[in-house]
């Protein structure tokens, strides 16, 4: 069975960063996809940033140039650096990972960016 669990929310500053992270557990053969998503109050839960494959990133475009995804293949992490917050990045982010033809969510972790 595979498992994710997202760490790393909190309440930020405006102009603040955080920096999520998904651990990812179970039996993988291997990994298509990871990926963050974000759903905030009353709206559609939304792509932030992927990595397909080994190292394509794609982005929102309301997030390039502040947010960053990475991997950590050796421990098995997702990463997402958030730099520049602003209150419109108000919302649990959840941790998605695809494999073996299925695709996983974490539970989420809650970022709320005020002053």
């Known amino acids: 069975q595979v498992q994710l669990v997202e760490s790393g929310g909190g309440l930020v500053q405006p102009g603040g960063s955080l920096r999520l992270s998904c651990v990812v557990s179970g039996s993988i053969f291997s990994i298509a996809a990871m990926e963050w998503y974000r759903q905030a109050p009353g709206k559609q839960r939304e792509m932030v940033a992927n990595?397909?494959?080994?190292?394509?990133?794609n982005y929102a475009d309301s997030v390039k140039g502040r947010f960053t995804i990475s991997r950590d293949n050796a421990k098995r992490t997702v990463y997402l650096q958030m730099n520049s917050l602003n209150p419109e990045d108000t919302a649990v982010y959840y941790c998605?990972?695809?494999?073996?033809?299925?695709?996983?969510w974490g539970q989420g972790t809650q970022v709320t960016v005020s002053s």
């Open positions: 990595i397909i494959g080994g190292d394509s990133t």
């Open positions: 998605r990972v695809v494999t073996g033809g299925y695709a996983y």
